[in-house]
């Protein structure tokens, strides 16, 4: 069956302007979750969802970072008045469990770049 | 999270066995181990995950000692398309927060 997607791929976006990431989980997976990979880095928590309710906002690094999910399906994450610090990938991720957990199945990824 | 603690790097040949250990002494009762592989440019892709003793899938074993305070993933005669960064990661079941160290570079060879 299909895996996570994202999109886009690639994003350039100048300092201080507003970017939206999507992202599409595996079907009839409930949970999903947000992180970012920077460069030479491990992997950064940003937020839980369980269906369309966030129960685990805690990795958001700022208020410009605000994540939704509609239909508990698709996922948007967007980061207003970009920073180049926010330059990163940004995975999305989904899991079958009822219960948030470890077995995650990520996308591809979204690589953004704040010039 | 247990800390872990994997070898940086491992070098094979293709049509090898890997076996990748990773230490956890300080492991919980309800503590799971879980390994993931991430390619290049690539989102990490969940591999195995176990409690205790031995589990197999399609793709690696894990072995898990009594004690639990290592484990061991082994990938079966590996081809080139396996080289990638291997992670391992201990925490309880209800955890979710992935957090990766620096893993394990696995390189193969032909």
């Known amino acids: 069956g299909a895996g996570v997607s994202q999109s886009p791929s690639n994003k350039v976006t100048e300092k201080g302007k507003d970017v939206e990431l999507r992202c599409d989980p595996i079907?009839?997976?409930?949970?999903l979750y947000w992180y970012r990979q920077s460069l030479g880095q491990g992997l950064e928590f940003l937020i839980y969802?369980?269906?369309?309710?966030?129960?685990?906002k805690s990795g958001l690094p700022s208020d410009r970072f605000s994540a939704e999910r509609t239909g508990g399906s698709v996922s948007t994450l967007t980061i207003q008045r970009t920073q180049q610090e926010d330059s990163a990938v940004y995975l999305c991720?989904?899991?079958?469990?009822?219960?948030?957990?470890?077995?995650?199945?990520f996308g591809p990824g979204t690589r953004l770049t704040v010039t | 999270l247990a800390k872990t603690t994997q070898p940086i790097s491992m070098d094979s040949y293709e049509g090898q066995e890997v076996n990748i250990t990773c230490s956890h002494n300080?492991?919980?009762?309800?503590?799971?181990i879980t390994w993931y592989q991430q390619f290049p440019s690539q989102g990490p892709r969940f591999i195995i995950q176990?409690?205790?003793t031995k589990v197999t899938n399609e793709v690696a074993s894990l072995f898990i000692p009594a004690d639990r305070k290592s484990s061991t993933l082994s990938l079966p005669r590996v081809s080139l398309s396996d080289t990638a960064v291997y992670y391992c990661?201990?925490?309880?079941?209800?955890?979710?927060?992935?957090?990766f160290g620096a893993g394990t570079t696995v390189t193969v060879r032909a």
């Open positions: 079907s009839g997976h409930t949970a």
């Open positions: 176990g409690y205790k």
């Open positions: 300080n492991i919980a009762t309800n503590d799971y």
């Open positions: 969802f369980q269906g369309n309710s966030a129960p685990d």
């Open positions: 990661l201990v925490g309880d079941i209800n955890d979710y927060k992935l957090s």
């Open positions: 991720a989904s899991s079958a469990t009822r219960t948030a957990s470890y077995e995650q199945y």
